[in-house]
């Protein structure tokens, strides 16, 4: 029996893609590791320069609580905030971080994948709109509350955006995991949908719809931007995110997601283009209207 077990996950390894860049973040093993990255020291999975003026641990925290339980391979999630002092170059509130890596995840087919949650504690407000997990080109992105110009006072809806419209829609609710993958092909120009709650394997929600995707290995945001609104409140918000992580080759499914990964060393993959300059004057991720 056990020799059959693992005959079945030896198939189940060899029809995985290869991950080309691991956010899972299981080295290092705290937050404020991510304060040693730098322009002069890019050092680390992810680029840590959009929040606010407080410490670290005020807008990024890591721990197993934090994870999918169904995801194995991660040894620890990702809780992110805001709140009125995440602020960076702008009004909007905003704590997002950016991978860090040589590796080729703007080139042919490519999968973005991770998973998020929220709690009834320090919960979202859903008549904010909250741009997701974004493209600075925001040709795909996760969106939550109420959208700029949509008719209504709030928007309890998680919504994955392609092509400037709402593609997928679902209920955000307290507790409940959402597992996602973006299935992008930069050179076809097209973007799908995969997704599973809890610890069900991802399924396609949404076949590949045409975009035009445009990025420089170094503009996908993993994080949450909410976007200013007059009266808007100004309890903090928390978002968890797990098992972050971006492929190629076969999808793999399975929310446990592959073995940790060294590829996303320098030395170990292929170059993107032009994936560690320093940002433009101009505000990243800012709002893109419909």
């Known amino acids: 029996m056990y020799r059959l077990a693992c005959v079945v996950a030896g198939l189940a390894g060899a029809v995985s893609g290869s991950v080309l860049w691991d956010g899972r973040l299981n080295e290092p093993a705290a937050a404020a590791d991510l304060g040693r990255w730098s322009w002069e020291s890019q050092v680390g999975s992810y680029q840590y320069y959009i929040h606010g003026t407080g410490e670290i ?5 890591l721990s197993p609580d934090f ?16 709140d009125e002092t995440a602020k960076w170059n702008s009004d909007m509130w ?11 995840i ?18 979202p407000n859903d008549q ?3 741009q997701i997990n974004f493209f600075e080109s925001h040709f795909t992105e996760m969106k939550y509350g109420l959208n700029s110009g949509e008719q209504g006072t709030s928007n309890p809806n998680l919504q994955w955006w392609a092509n ?26 097209s973007v799908g949908f995969w997704h599973s709650t809890g610890a069900e394997e991802l399924t396609q929600t ?5 975009v035009s ?3 420089n290995g170094a503009d996908w945001h993993l994080g949450v931007l909410r976007l200013p609104k007059g009266g808007g409140a100004t309890t903090p918000e928390d978002w968890y995110f797990s098992g972050v992580y971006i492929e190629s080759g076969p999808l793999t499914t399975s929310v446990s997601g592959p073995g940790a990964a060294a590829a996303g060393s320098a030395a170990d993959v292929a170059p993107a283009a032009s994936n560690s300059s320093q940002p433009s004057s101009r505000i990243y991720g800012g709002p893109r209207r419909a």
């Open 67 to 82: 994870k999918n339980p169904a995801d194995t391979a991660s040894k620890e999630g990702i809780k992110i905030t805001i």
């Open 213 to 215: 995707p445009s990025s």
């Open 57 to 61: 641990s005020k807008y990024v925290n």
């Open 128 to 130: 904010m709109e909250h």
């Open 164 to 189: 400037s419209q709402s593609q997928w829609k679902a209920p955000l609710e307290p507790g409940v995991w959402h597992n996602v993958a973006y299935e992008i092909d930069f050179d076809g120009g």
């Open 106 to 123: 703007n080139k042919g087919k490519v999968f973005y994948h991770f998973s998020m949650m929220r709690k009834e504690e320090n919960a």
């Open 94 to 104: 905003r704590t997002e971080l950016i991978p860090e890596t040589k590796a080729a």
């Open 206 to 210: 949404v076949p590949p719809v045409k």
